[in-house]
């Protein structure tokens, strides 16, 4: 196959025992494969356009073949802001299963594994990375000793204000399973009001929102000119995302491990730089779904 054609990134979908190959390029007449248009990805604006593929389920999972650009060396930090490089854990079983974690202790799987030693492996290539934080989770804390280990033995510092949203009733139960057994806390879930607390002890988004904002802003202050590695949750990443750009929702997934930077003036001034690239992901495996790391799922 490559020995046709040089594609720029090659997707490989997984759905149970069955194989769908797919390959960003221009369109070439090969047998037994589709063929989609091509979008060549120069400086990494994150992946949504694997997104645009028909996926089977939220089992699917990704593949990239070949590196994307633009992952290098970050420039020094302005003494008047501090850089925050968000990560979100690795992967764990109930993400592939589509069971919602919350507040629970699930440990990293080894694909998970897998993906927390790449992007720790891309994080070392940073210039001066002052210090590492994390949710005190299992998948979070892991995700950030491996980060910890290919940055000079930083210590890891536990936060649970980086924790994921408590999502009461819904915690240990599979999406899918949802909305029969726990037909009251799904409905609070999918509810538009970012007032709506869940049933069971349950965060609203509010409430995610002010602990994890309110928690970054703490790291910031105290690490203004520095770069930062902030670990944390699918919910947690996304409620920095809406501080950084209020008027502005994030229509991309929070894959595991993906990377995301902020910028946090002295001013209060919170800036996007890069937001859910997996560009390390370089023959690493990871759901295409994104469960936990999109707004239907936790």
Known sequence: M??????????????????????????????????????????????????RIPMADSTSRVVLQSECGGDGKSENVSPNLTEIIVVRHGETEWNADGRIQGHLDVELNDIGRQQAMAVAARLSKETRISAIYSSDLKRAHETAET??????????????????????????????????????AYKAFLSDRNDQEIPGGGESLDQLYQRCTSCVQRIAKKHRGERVVVVAHGGAIRALHSRASPHRRSKSKIWNTSVGILHLSDKDEWTVKLWANVSHLNKTEFLDSGFGGDKTSG
Not at 25 to 49: E, G, M, Q, V
Not at 147 to 173: N, T, Y
């Open 2 to 51: 490559t020995s046709l054609i040089k594609p720029d990134i090659h997707l490989i979908l997984r759905h149970s025992q069955n194989y769908h190959y797919y390959c960003c390029s221009k369109l070439l007449p090969i047998s037994n494969l589709t063929i989609i248009s091509a979008l060549r990805f120069n400086s990494i604006p994150s992946l949504h356009y694997i997104s």
């Open 147 to 184: 980060i910890a280990r290919s940055c000079g033995d930083l210590e890891v510092i536990k936060d649970p204000d980086l924790r994921e949203r408590h999502l009461g009733d819904l915690q240990g139960i599979s999406l899918r399973e949802a909305a029969k057994s726990q037909p009251m």
